[in-house]
């Protein structure tokens, strides 16, 4: 298993930004695709946007145009910048790492978006 921390979620107003961290502390296994999913209060938990080892990457179709993900392999991290922030975009964010046969999650970060 892969540990993830994730770091920079927190209240912004709608219109405003936030970036996204999450860094893989174990070294020892390749990662392939890194991503976030996150799940508002009530419902299900949904992707957001991932990004395999080749820099391809899927966006869900609410966050198109608005978020950005990306990643820095060398230090095994995953960042989501999050652009144009609507009420709708509060949840809690979870990043994702999969390595060979296995997912790893970190704990959620909150990110909520009001005025």
């Known amino acids: 298993q892969v540990q993830l921390v994730e770091s920079g979620g927190g209240l912004v107003q709608p219109g405003g930004s936030l970036r996204l961290s999450c860094a893989a502390s174990n070294r020892r296994f390749i990662i392939y695709t890194l991503g976030w999913h996150r799940q508002a209060p009530g419902k299900e938990r949904e992707l957001v946007a991932e990004?395999?080892?080749?820099?391809?990457?899927n966006y869900a179709d609410s966050v198109k145009g608005r978020f950005t993900i990306s990643r820095d392999n060398a230090n095994n991290a995953v960042y989501l910048q999050m652009n144009s922030l609507k009420p709708e975009d509060t949840a809690v964010y979870y990043c994702f790492a999969d390595t060979f046969g296995s997912r790893s999650w970190g704990q959620g970060t909150q990110v909520t978006v009001s005025s």
């Open positions: 990004i395999t080892s080749g820099t391809s990457s």
